[in-house]
């Protein structure tokens, strides 16, 4: 099946408001370029080497760019000045350096907080407490906007485990959001992919990431 057919067959389950992230990181340019000219605009990349290529190969297609993997604070100026959102944010000295960028190159970078609710330790993200005091924090970020969390569910064929993971998100999510009313950017939940995106819409998603079920299978690794 093509990817413009397998986004068709994807949007027409989305709800209105949910966003797409179709998720291209390992696959080749000229797939994203078949993506878009089936209408696909917002793509997500988690190499910084392979984001900045991309942008350059890919310029002018209009596409809308995020950063969805873990972000090393060297590698700021490969991704920052390109990403419209900076999904994965999942650590008090990455974000701290972001905000450093942000103030130097005069920009404010939107962003997610990583949410870690897996099973698997080697997960990265921050804890519940960790989210709680960097949001009461919020005003000393200048150059940052706080636009929700991103999680991802433990990867497993326990579909009741998974559920479990959605369910703690969007209860944390709701949470913070009736707590910091005044984060009024604080709205998305980047939970979903590939294998567990229906599932994700039952818990409040406004954004799912999803790569496999579009592109087919990574070229590499």
Not at 76 to 101: C, F, G, N, T, Y
């Amino acid at each position: 099946m093509s990817i413009t057919r397998n986004l068709e067959r994807i949007c027409n389950e989305l709800p209105s408001g949910v966003k797409l992230v179709a998720v291209s990181k390992f696959h080749p340019a000229e797939s994203i370029a078949e993506a878009c000219r089936a209408g696909q605009k917002v793509f997500g990349e988690s190499r910084p080497q392979e984001f900045e290529k991309k942008v350059q190969a890919l310029a002018g297609n209009g596409i809308e760019w995020h950063f969805i993997g873990h972000l090393q604070t060297n590698k700021l100026k490969m991704v920052l000045p390109h990403a419209a959102l900076v999904q994965s944010v999942d650590s008090a000295r990455l974000l701290d350096a972001i905000d450093e960028w942000g103030r130097k190159n005069e920009r404010t970078v939107s962003v997610l907080l990583e949410l870690h609710i897996a099973a698997e330790e080697s997960k990265q993200g921050f804890y519940e407490e960790e989210i709680l005091d960097i949001l009461f924090r919020a005003g000393s970020f200048r150059n940052i906007r706080f636009c929700g969390l991103m999680g991802m569910a433990t990867n497993t064929d326990d579909e009741d485990a998974v559920r479990a993971d959605f369910a703690r998100i969007k209860g944390y999510m709701d949470y913070l959001r009736d707590l910091f009313p005044e984060l009024s950017d604080f709205r998305e939940l980047s939970i979903g992919m590939s294998g567990d995106w229906r599932i994700a819409l039952e818990y409040g998603a406004t954004m799912v990431r999803i790569g496999t079920a579009i592109f087919g299978e990574r070229l590499s690794d």
